[in-house]
């Protein structure tokens, strides 16, 4: 059984940082690319973030370019977002899915396989 498990969200201060983090099991984790998307109360679910397989390849919504840095630790089948400078805007859901790297549409939801429950952000000002 596949599963993604998001942590790391909570409460915290405009301005700050958080680390969320996504472990993945019951999967080949090399096999697959790697995003993150959020929704927001009352909003449609957005891109955020996404990485290639080796983590050498990083694609980001252009509104959170600077602030949001993906990444990936394939020995601990783990997937990360480091959220900084956070504004109350980001508040949201924050989920991490897992994409075949043959579709390069990788800022659709549509394209990703596999879902976590996801992890909340809130984010005071």
């Known amino acids: 059984q596949v599963q993604l498990v998001e942590s790391g969200g909570g409460l915290v201060q405009a301005g700050g940082s958080r680390r969320l983090s996504c472990v993945a099991s019951?999967?080949?984790?090399?096999?697959?690319?790697m995003g993150w998307f959020r929704q927001a109360p009352g909003k449609e679910r957005e891109f955020v973030a996404a990485?290639?397989?080796?983590?050498?390849?990083?694609s980001y919504a252009d509104s959170l370019k600077g602030r949001f840095t993906i990444s990936r630790n394939n020995a601990r089948n783990t997937v990360y977002l480091q959220v900084n400078s956070l504004k109350p805007e980001d508040t949201a859901v924050y989920y991490c899915?897992?994409?075949?790297?043959?579709?390069?549409?990788?800022?659709?939801?549509?394209?990703?396989?596999?879902w976590g429950q996801g992890t909340r952000v809130t984010v005071s000002s």
């Open positions: 899915a897992a994409r075949n790297p043959l579709n390069s549409r990788y800022e659709s939801s549509l394209s990703y396989d596999y």
């Open positions: 019951g999967l080949t984790f090399t096999n697959y690319a």
């Open positions: 990485v290639s397989w080796t983590g050498e390849g990083t």
